[in-house]
């Protein structure tokens, strides 16, 4: 281990002790103290962020990467409204999740704790510097910070603002490390230190997760891609079929909750496609059909095998005509990513096959993908969708930063 | 992927999703009649064990070794009972963990499903077999099993005979898989395939829990080891310290949760230390200890640094005098396994923040560490003791071998 490595995961494993000592009033006022921060220094943040954007445009880079990298009055006060929502969600730390008494008169509880230390990887985009701060804080969580290595600068400065704010707070010790080394070797040795990291979360494209998959020792929560479906079953009402699908893939097509496949059962389909396709059309979506869908709309293109396993995140949608309610649940279990997948439907019996049968973290009926999120959960905020199974499965909130430990009191017991 | 490994997991990805329709009924039928069909082969099963043995006398193994290898009547009807006892245990498959009505009417639950398919990695007992087929089955869960390469006889044995049982009670695909290609390569193979297989859940020595954790890319919940501690604080009842100790370390010195390290407060070392030798001799337990512990009873061995961190599994124990309770934390945080640790102390709010600064799975106050144990806690049935953080920490009993997913219905909703 590099002195670098070996300095940064000692301290943050100091701290992750210190933490447990905080109370939630210390963490709310800190979390406010920070949230007032970033709008009182945000003349220094923008400076900083301008280097950034400098370099990413000498790069060359897209504008869609400037975008995402470019820092704003706007994109500040939201980073900062985030901060203050932390503060006033329910603090999960300490709170008791089953409690017994068993016969030999011990008092067992099980009560949720910090995971430890947090090791954050994602991409040149500053907002998620302050959004993961102040979720792991809120959580008693130590965080590990390594965004993209264009967007230092604006990284460096907006930790230098929260670290003054937690101090004025009154917060004695670091509650995070940015990791200023931004060579992919420092990465990789972070992602073999299982004895000091506790949990990692990569936030990024599909290339960046499985690079962190490959190489880590320590438990990963991660999201591949939201390659999500609607199946318009033979019972579905044509209406709503068409207002959810229109809103699945319009209202935002860049993000993982939107829809990528439409699944059509054949019952409905003669009905619902040249409806379908005349409401895509005056939108701009272009759609890709399997042969029997091209038999029913003309003039889209044909879809091949690569499309159904696709996340266009764009006005690009695949259209499939499927013989069976089975049939669409094996399509999805077999080409989806797991992430949220909508039947559409009358028939109580088919939502409920549906709902049982098919293999994602969000099985919806008669609603849009895209109420796939945290926020619409009510958890308040959101760390990401997991389309993992263990430990947090769909959109992660402030409770699936935690785990628990066992407490156990007596009197003195001991086993016979 | 070799065509063996490749043939097995689309098997066992196609059992995963047929078993979403199996009911509690049918599954507690089956595991009835496996309990039984253990007892009526029992012959064919102890000639196929002898074969075994017979190859592990030519190897001259340990007999330790042989121990764990051998079947017996009495054995066979302890793994019997184990699949009544899950047959009566309550399914959790389908259960309901939250619910809530969002304000713009869409109905949200969380709720308990199977993990899917998931890889146990064990060592040559026969036994640990059948133990995780009722538990992997009662969840619905699909069972990949490795066991160690000399029970091979047995565990086919083993499996033919509860195959042949979930057949006759109307199971009607393979609802677990034997790897019996016990190469490594093919064990590596299938660690690498985490789009099949869900958990890997090694069980065996730290050597065989690394090894699992160096290769895998799927997630691993795993036990390295039990460095159990208990503190005898300054405020303790000495008669009550005593008999903890004694029982921690003496009453099965073998298992993980006895204690290896006993930690005592310097305000009361000179009262207790004596006292705890003498009993210790009377057990023939070998005592190691600090320095001060050696100016207090004399005639012990010196622990070096290296005793911190060692499970002895044997009648040894390490004895550290420590000047404060924050001592014993930081000493228990820093050489111990995050398995169980236990203080004895009359101080309320000693015990409070004791076991809110250790960082083990069971944090215990004034009970034998030997209590943190999957049917102790009530739990009914228990596949390991997770010293992970994430997704199950501690004595994991069958909800640990669930996942959850969100099932919303609605009406029609769209997002604006």
Same mark, same amino acid.
């Given at each position: 281990?590099?002195?670098?490595?070996?300095?940064?995961?000692?301290?943050?494993k100091e701290s992750s002790f210190l933490m447990t000592g905080l109370t939630t009033k210390q963490k709310n006022?800190?979390?406010?103290?920070?949230?007032?921060?970033?709008?009182?220094?945000?003349?220094?943040?923008?400076?900083?962020?301008?280097?950034?954007?400098?370099?990413?445009?000498?790069?060359?880079?897209?504008?869609?990467?400037?975008?995402? *990298?470019?820092?704003?009055?706007?994109?500040?006060?939201?980073?900062?409204?985030?901060?203050?929502?932390?503060?006033?969600l329910p603090d999960p730390i300490g709170s008791r999740i089953t409690a017994s008494k068993r016969p030999n008169g011990i008092k067992l509880e099980k009560v949720r704790v910090p995971i430890g230390v947090v090791?954050?990887?994602?991409?040149?985009?500053?907002?998620?510097?302050?959004?993961?701060?102040?979720?792991l804080f809120k959580t008693s969580n130590v965080?590990?910070?390594? &965004?993209?290595?264009?967007?230092?600068?604006?990284?460096?400065?907006?930790?230098?603002?929260?670290?003054?704010? *937690?101090?004025?707070?009154?917060?004695?010790?670091?509650?995070?490390?940015?990791?200023?080394?931004?060579?992919?070797?420092?990465?990789?040795?972070?992602?073999?230190?299982d004895s000091y990291i506790d949990l990692?979360?990569?936030?990024?494209?599909?290339?960046?997760?499985?690079?962190?998959?490959?190489?880590?020792?320590i438990p990963?929560i991660?999201?591949?891609?939201?390659?999500?479906?609607?199946?318009?079953?033979?019972?579905?009402?044509?209406?709503?079929?068409?207002?959810?699908?229109?809103?699945?893939?319009?209202?935002?097509?860049?993000?993982?909750?939107?829809?990528?496949?439409? *699944?059509?059962?054949? &019952?409905?389909?003669?009905?619902?496609?040249?409806?379908?396709?005349?409401?895509?059309?005056?939108?701009?979506?272009?759609?890709?059909?399997?042969?029997?869908?091209?038999?029913?709309?003309?003039?889209?293109?044909?879809?091949?095998?690569?499309?159904?396993?696709?996340?266009?995140?764009?006005?690009?949608?695949?259209?499939?005509?499927?013989?069976?309610?089975?049939?669409?649940?094996?399509?999805?279990?077999?080409?989806?990513?797991?992430?949220?997948?909508?039947?559409?439907?009358?028939?109580?019996?088919?939502?409920?096959?549906?709902?049982?049968?098919?293999?994602?973290?969000?099985?919806?009926?008669?609603?849009?993908?895209?109420?796939?999120?945290?926020?619409?959960?009510g958890l308040g905020?959101?760390?990401?969708?997991?389309?993992?199974k263990l430990h947090a499965r &769909?959109?992660m909130g402030l409770e699936e930063l935690t785990t628990y430990k066992w407490i156990a009191r007596g009197s003195g017991q001991i086993r016979t």
């Open positions: 281990m590099s002195m670098y490595v070996n300095n940064l995961l000692r301290q943050a006022k800190a979390l406010k103290y920070m949230a007032e921060a970033l709008i009182k220094k945000r003349g220094f943040i923008l400076k900083e962020n301008k280097k950034d954007i400098a370099a990413a445009k000498k790069l060359k880079l897209k504008q869609s990467f400037i975008d995402r *990298l470019e820092l704003s009055d706007k994109r500040l006060k939201e980073m900062s409204i985030s901060l203050k929502e932390v503060a006033c090791f954050i990887v994602y991409e040149a985009r500053p907002n998620v510097t302050s959004d993961c701060v102040g979720l965080g590990i910070l390594r &965004g993209g290595t264009i967007a230092i600068n604006s990284n460096k400065a907006i930790s230098r603002v929260l670290r003054q704010a *937690l101090k004025k707070s009154g917060i004695k010790f670091p509650v995070f490390f940015m990791v200023e080394k931004t060579n992919r070797k420092t990465v990789d040795e972070l992602l073999r230190e990692v979360i990569p936030r990024g494209g599909e290339s960046l997760i499985r690079k962190v998959v490959e190489t880590s020792r990963v991660k999201h591949y891609k939201g390659v999500c479906h609607i199946f318009v079953d033979k019972a579905a009402d044509i209406t709503k079929a068409l207002n959810i699908c229109i809103n699945a893939k319009v209202q935002r097509p860049s993000v993982c909750n939107s829809v990528e496949t439409i *699944l059509v059962h054949k &019952g409905v389909a003669g009905k619902f496609l040249p409806q379908l396709k005349r409401k895509f059309d005056s939108f701009g979506v272009r759609m890709r059909g399997c042969l029997q869908t091209r038999k029913i709309i003309s003039g889209i293109e044909k879809a091949s095998k690569i499309d159904w396993g696709t996340e266009y995140l764009d006005l690009i949608v695949s259209l499939k005509v499927v013989s069976t309610l089975e049939d669409a649940i094996k399509h999805i279990n077999l080409y989806g990513s797991r992430h949220t997948d909508s039947i559409v439907t009358n028939s109580i019996p088919n939502a409920d096959r549906f709902v049982k049968g098919v293999d994602s973290a969000c099985c919806f009926v008669n609603i849009s993908t895209r109420f796939s999120d945290g926020y619409q959960f905020a959101e760390i990401g969708i997991s389309t993992d &769909g959109p």
